[in-house]
Structures are given as C-alpha cells and as structure tokens.
C-alpha cells in the first residue's frame, strides 16, 4: 500500500509540472491524463495540439521512461508516423493521424507515464503525461496445511498454520487471513501471535505472485476453529474485488481434562440386542482405554466395548479408565450400570391342541416373567379376547375354531414380547352357511353354485341335481362347487346341497333365478313404446286441430263474421282465430297477409 501511495503522488507531481510548463509555453498540448485498460486488450492514448503562431515543420513525438532516461517509441512527421525499433513496445505500437499512440496488446510491463511531446520550430515545444494502467485479476488464491505433524497446544514458538498463494494478478494484490470468517490483522512481527509471513515474486510476464505463511501459537479453543484466505484486488474505475480460498482446520493435540462413558443404544436394553457402550476424553488424541464389568477386566476396541446378542447375566457395572501422559492428575473414568431387560417364554395350560364338540365350553391359562411390569393377552387374529392370561369360551361354535396367541409383552420395552399358540378344534354336525342366490341370462344357461359349510369330521357333499363338482378349504370351513345346466326344474325347484359326517346332517336349497338387469330392460322397453305412442297421438292431434282451424278460415268473411255474431248459425260452434299482426296470420297459416282491414 505504500509503494502505491508513493506511486499516485509521484504522478500528481509530475502532471502538476507538465501543467505549469504548458501554461508558459507557445505550444499547448492536450493528453488524457490517466488511462486505465486490462491486460491483453487494446490502449489508445489520445495526443491533441496547438501551436501560437502556426508552424508549418510540426513533430509529434511519443516517449517512455526506460531505465532513468526517456526513450522514444513512436512518432508523427511530414504526414507519416513511424514506430521506433527496439524499443519494449516495438511490435506492438503505432501512432495514426490524429497523433494517437495505440499499444496493442496491452502488457502488465506496460505500466507506466507515456509522454506526447509536439515541437514547432522556433515556436517552441511542448509535452503532455499520460499514466497507462494496466489491470489483470489474479487466480483464485490456494490454501494447503503443512505436512507436518500435527500442533500442539502450549508450545513455545508460533505453529506454521496454512500457507496461501494467489498467482498472476496486476497490480500487485493483497492477502487477508479469517479465521472462523473474522479478519486477522495483518502482522508481520516475528513475536506477535498470530503473524504473517509475506512474499510477492514479480513473473516474466509482468504478473505478481503473492504467497503469505500464517503462524500462531492456538489453544484448546481453536480444535474447532476453520480458516481461509482472501486475496484483495484492484480492478479498472477504483473498483476493489475479491476471491476467497478454500478452508482449513487444524489437526491440534491438547490433553484431557475429563471422560464420558456413554450408552451408545438409544431405547432400553433387552435380551437379544447388540449393545455398544463408547468411552471418551475431551483430549486429542484419545488414549487408550481399559474397561471392566463387576471389576473384571473386558476386552474393548479403540474406545468402544461391544456386547453382541445380550443375555440377562450381562447385567451389570461397567467402567472405563484411560491415562493421559500429558496431564496426569486427571480422573479419566466413567461408569454404567447396564440393567438387561428380558421377559420369560409363555407357557399355556393345557399346552396340547383342544378338541371339543360343538357348543362346549373350553379354557386355557397363558402365564410369563418379566424385568418389568408386563401384560398378557389373548388373541386371534387382532382381535384381542383376554386381557388376564385366562381365556374361556362358553358355547363353542364353529367359526371360534382355529389358531389362539398368547402374547407376553413388556410396555417399558419397545420390542420385548413374547408368545405362543395354541389349537382349537370343534366337532360336531355339519353346518351350511346361507348361500348365496344364483342369477342367468336364460333358461338353459350354464351356472356355477357354491355351498360352505362348517364340521368336523369334514362333511361330505351331496348336490340334486348333480353337476361338475370340486372341494376346497377355506379356513375352518369346506366348500364344495358345483357347475350344472339351469334347466326348468332347476329354475323352478332350485338345486339341493346336502352335507354330512358322523355327527349328522344338514341341507339347503339354492335359488336359480333370472338376472334382474333383463327384467328392468323387459320393463323399460315397455315404457320405451308407450312413450313412443303418446307422442304419435299428440303428432296426430296438432295435425286435426291445424287442419279444423284451416277449413273454418278460407269461407270467412266480414259478412260471415257479422252473421255469427248475430246468432244466426244456432247449432254450430264457431272459433273464431285472431291475430293483432297480419304478418304471424300468414305465418300460421302460411299464406301472404291480407290488405284488408
């Protein structure tokens, strides 16, 4: 920044002077004082004149500074202008008519005061300073850490924390350093904390490559804290830009100051789980860790003591120890007292499967030992029958046969029941349940009938009249399906099924009738045709009234309409159509109006 200010004020300066001779002099000379352009694009540099009195041998000449002494790079005689050789510009410059210096393209190294000087003769001369700056964005600043090992909290010198480069960028940028995205300032003192160490290689190309090295001395504070850098540059119109770096942290070592032991698992221990309990410093790094149960020594794993498929004599005191070397008189353990939830098996009494006839009563005892308080239910199915571990059933029926859960269950635990089932068979006559009516299309049709029916022994079917028959199970009951023709006694007597077992028997008489859907179309095809009538009729019924009211208009007359109205027709009935518009009598009866009135 000070080699900047240094560099504005020497410009200031310089046009200060350059005005003051222009002002004194014969020859006034007119230039853009300061021009700003990015590298690798054009510049035009504008040089303008006036001579008092006019002189006809006019030279317009364009000059640097180049090591202490001016050099020319171009100039404008006798309606020519020529560029100089070996000059830093040569190749890249030209001068036109108008007297303007154009570079193209522009380089970093071309930063600098470029002096229009014009001479008239004995009039005398004059010059003018254009200061050419040339901007160029620089990369992306990188940060690395070093390879070092890791840094240790109370140490007696600084710790090299990252390094940051950003390369080729015009003018010379600046670094900043954040840590935790707040600004460090920018100290180079060897024993403040923290400092930078700085570096700026200028490039051949003209570039500058800036490195900058953070040190500082952290403390335990700092295990967490994230570091960037951000370089700062400038760009045309006083415009300050920046582009960040990617972040660091530091790998820090700092002692333990105290231990957790902890239970991994989020929910209650219950027999069966996979149980993790994890030991732990706030120091870094994690020393090494003993464990024991009931103060029997237990192999554990890099901090973590691991139980796989827990039994309930794993209950017990667990402890973790560990010893930090660097801070010895820290109490490093923990405890757990780790309580196994566990619930017994169920047991159910009678335990064998109950077979009992229809309409007799049965009952079962459902008993379990928990950790916890515990429940025991009845079910079948989701249905829940029994809340007290005794299930009775007064009355045994068909439908109650089949499959009963005895269900243990630990509300405290999520997961941690337990159950058995149980049988129940019921045996008896057979029994139909209410079958269902069969419909057809027509007399003669194929139907298929299904008759369901409860027993055991498993009944056996009889159909009247017999068809295509199969036998299926489903659930406690057996169904028999039969496939025959519906013919006219079928429709009329309906179709027998008959079952039986030892116990007895039972039959139902199953309907064959015809779908309700042809009936409703036999009835609307009905109501179709009177509907159909009804509107020929009232067809009918306009056309008389229409042709009546023609044959009564056509005779009339103003003598007719007096005679009627005189009462001399005594046994006719006379209607008589008027209409206020000649127009809608035409219309009606479809005939031009008449012009009688």
């Known amino acids: ?7 504005r004020t020497s410009v200031l300066c310089t046009l ?5 001779q222009v002002c004194n002099g014969a020859v006034q000379v007119n230039v853009t004082p300061q021009l700003e352009v ?6 035009k540099l504008p040089c303008k004149y006036t001579v008092s009195p006019p002189s006809s041998n006019t030279v317009v000449e364009w000059y640097i500074e180049e090591h202490g002494t001016r050099e020319r790079v171009a100039f404008f005689q006798g309606g020519q202008g020529k560029a100089d050789d070996k000059t830093p510009l ?22 600098r005061i470029f002096y229009c000087q014009v001479t008239a003769g004995t009039t005398g001369s004059g010059e003018g300073p254009t200061m050419l700056k040339v901007f160029f964005a620089p990369e992306k600043p990188e940060l690395t850490k070093p390879t070092s090992q890791a840094i240790s909290v109370g140490a007696a010198t600084s710790s090299e924390i990252g390094t940051c480069v950003t390369m080729n960028g015009h003018p010379q940028p600046r670094i900043i350093w954040f840590k935790d995205d707040q600004p460090l300032p920018e100290v180079k003192d060897k024993d403040s904390n923290p400092h930078m160490f700085p570096a700026t290689v200028k490039e051949a190309s003209g570039l500058f490559t800036v490195k900058s090295i953070l040190y500082m001395k952290p403390t ?3 295990k967490d804290s994230v570091f960037h850098c951000v370089v700062e540059y400038s760009m045309p119109g006083d415009k300050i830009q920046e582009k960040k770096s990617n972040t660091i942290t530091i790998n820090l070592n700092y002692p333990s100051e105290k231990a957790t032991f902890s239970l991994v698992n989020t929910n209650p221990i219950k027999e069966g789980d996979n149980v993790t309990l994890k030991c732990e410093t706030d120091g870094n790094p994690q020393p090494e860790f003993d464990f024991a149960k009931d103060g029997k020594p237990i192999k554990g794993e890099g901090g973590l003591l691991t139980l796989n498929f827990i039994k309930r004599t794993e209950n017990g005191v667990y402890t973790c120890t560990a010893i930090d070397f660097d801070n010895l008189d820290a109490d490093l353990s923990g405890t757990i007292d780790l309580a196994v939830n566990y619930i017994d098996p169920v047991t159910v009494t009678p335990a064998q499967p109950q077979v009992v006839m229809l309409g007799d009563k049965v009952e079962w005892q459902c008993k379990t030992k928990a950790s916890a308080l515990h429940t025991v239910q009845w079910k079948k199915g989701s249905d829940v029958l029994s809340q007290d571990g005794t299930l009775s059933i007064e009355g045994v029926s068909y ?10 269950n630990v509300p405290s635990v999520p997961g941690l029941t337990a159950q058995t089932s149980v049988n129940l068979v019921v045996k008896g006559k057979p029994m139909i349940e209410t079958p269902a009516v069969a419909e057809v299309g027509k007399e003669g049709d194929v139907v298929t009938l299904k008759c369901s029916a409860y027993g055991s022994p498993a009944p056996q079917f009889t159909w009247k009249p017999s068809g295509k028959e199969s036998v299926s199970v489903e659930g406690d009951k057996v169904v028999s399906t039969v496939t025959l023709q519906a013919t006219a006694e079928v429709m009329k007597d309906g179709v027998t099924c008959e079952v039986s077992n030892e116990h007895g028997k039972d039959s139902k008489t199953l309907s064959v009738s015809l779908k309700r859907a042809d009936k409703q179309q036999g009835g609307s095809s009905g109501v179709v045709i009177a509907v159909v009538v009804c509107v020929l009729l009232l067809l009918l019924l306009v056309a008389l009234i229409y042709f009546l009211n023609k044959k009564s208009k056509l005779p009339c007359s103003k003598k007719d309409k007096k005679e009627v109205a005189s009462g001399e027709v005594n046994n006719d009935i006379v209607v008589e159509m008027k209409t206020e518009k000649a127009n809608e009598e035409a219309g009606l009866l479809n005939k031009r109006p008449s012009t009688e009135q």
Do not use: N
């Open 1 to 7: 920044m000070i080699g900047i200010t240094f560099g």
């Open 16 to 20: 200060l002077l350059w005005a003051f």
């Open 38 to 43: 990015m590298k690798g694009e054009t510049a």
């Open 90 to 111: 040569t190749g890249r410059v030209s001068i036109g008519e108008d007297h303007t210096l154009t570079i193209s393209p522009v380089q970093p190294s071309d930063q």
């Open 220 to 222: 335990k504070a700092d």
């Open 399 to 408: 439908e109650q046969a089949g499959k009963y859960m005895c269900v243990g």
